[in-house]
């Protein structure tokens, strides 16, 4: 596996727009990343993490503007929560027209959200946004080092290579789907639900 240093932006978002499968730091863990606008690409995503298909897969974003170019339905509240908390360790669920959900494993909603990382929001400032999820087999622990990575990818020609970022905190992000009268937590993780609730 090509191992790329932070400095390497552009040699990585090549392999991305080439439709590869690129292993980057998030601000939390490791993240196998693909292209959101290349089918093909992501659904290499489930194969690298034998993952089942109607698991949906996160994107990242650069921004929050980012969301003006996407089938999503932001409420005023998700902008206030998004606003407050982005970038950062949470991941909002919004409605999304289902072309868009199912061609990363949802069916009506994605899973958006703008990590606190400068290196991966310039990537994808380069690439346009990405479909990334932990990198891990399904089921297993996320990856904090790049020693992981390798022993978790080494070997796979699924995956174009590491984008080195050194140590990640291992705290994965709280998913979240924001509701009128209360919010359902997907998955507990970095921001306490209590912070998001308290945004009104």
Partial sequence: MIE???DDIDEVAAALR???????????????????????????LFTVKRRPTTVALPVVLSDFSDL?????????????VAGQLWPGALTLVLPADPS???????????GV???????????????????????NEHGEPPCTSPDEVHRTFDGRDEVAGLWNGGLR????????RLGDQSDEVLRSGAIDPAVIAAIR
């Fill in 18 to 44: 080439n439709g590869r499968v690129v292993v980057v730091p998030t601000d939390t863990v490791y993240g196998v990343a693909a292209r959101f606008d290349d089918p093909v690409a992501v659904s290499k």
């Fill in 100 to 110: 868009l959900a199912q061609r990363v494993g949802g069916v009506d909603t994605l």
């Fill in 113 to 135: 959200r703008v990590p606190d990382d400068d290196a991966l929001r310039a990537l994808v400032r380069l690439t346009g946004p990405l479909a990334v999820t932990s990198a």
């Fill in 68 to 80: 003006a170019d996407m089938a999503v339905t932001v409420s005023d509240r998700a902008q206030r």
């Fill in 169 to 176: 905190n291992g705290v994965v992000s709280t998913v979240v």
């Fill in 4 to 6: 790329w240093s932070l």
